[in-house]
C-alpha cells in the first residue's frame, strides 16, 4: 500500500515562500503522476499543480508564475515551490500519487498566509 506524507507548511507573510515536500512510499513512483491540491476553509478542494512521469505540468490559473512543481525519483519525493504567496493561498495542502484510476492521498499540511 502506497503512504504519502507531506511536510513544509507553516505561516508565512504574504510575499513570502515556502517549499512543501510529500515523501512516498512504494514502487510505482517513478511512473505515477503526481498533484498537488488545496483546500481553503469554506471551500472545495481544488487542484494546484500536477507533474507526469515524463515530466509534463500543469498549474491553476492562481498559481501560475508563482508555484512550481518538482519531483526527484531517486527519493521517492515531490516538491512545490510556492513564492510570492498570498492570503488566499491558505488552506491545507494534500498530496495525489496517481496511476490510471488508482490514487492515493496525504493526510495534508497547513499553510497559512498572513496579511
Known amino acids: 500500500q502506497v503512504q504519502l506524507v507531506e511536510s513544509g507548511g507553516g505561516l508565512v507573510q504574504a510575499g513570502g515562500s515556502l517549499r512543501l515536500s510529500c515523501a512516498a512510499s512504494g514502487s510505482i513512483f517513478s511512473i505515477a503522476t503526481m498533484g498537488w491540491y488545496r483546500q481553503a476553509p469554506g471551500k472545495q478542494r481544488e487542484l494546484v499543480a500536477t507533474?507526469?512521469?515524463?515530466?509534463?505540468?500543469n498549474y491553476a490559473d492562481s498559481v501560475k508564475g508563482r508555484f512550481t512543481i518538482s519531483r526527484d525519483n531517486a527519493k521517492n519525493t515531490v516538491y512545490l515551490q510556492m513564492n510570492s504567496l498570498k492570503p488566499e493561498d491558505t488552506g491545507v495542502y494534500y498530496c495525489q500519487q496517481r496511476l490510471v484510476s488508482l490514487a492515493y492521498w496525504g493526510q495534508g499540511t497547513q499553510v497559512t498566509v498572513s496579511s
Open positions: 507533474i507526469t512521469s515524463g515530466g509534463s505540468t
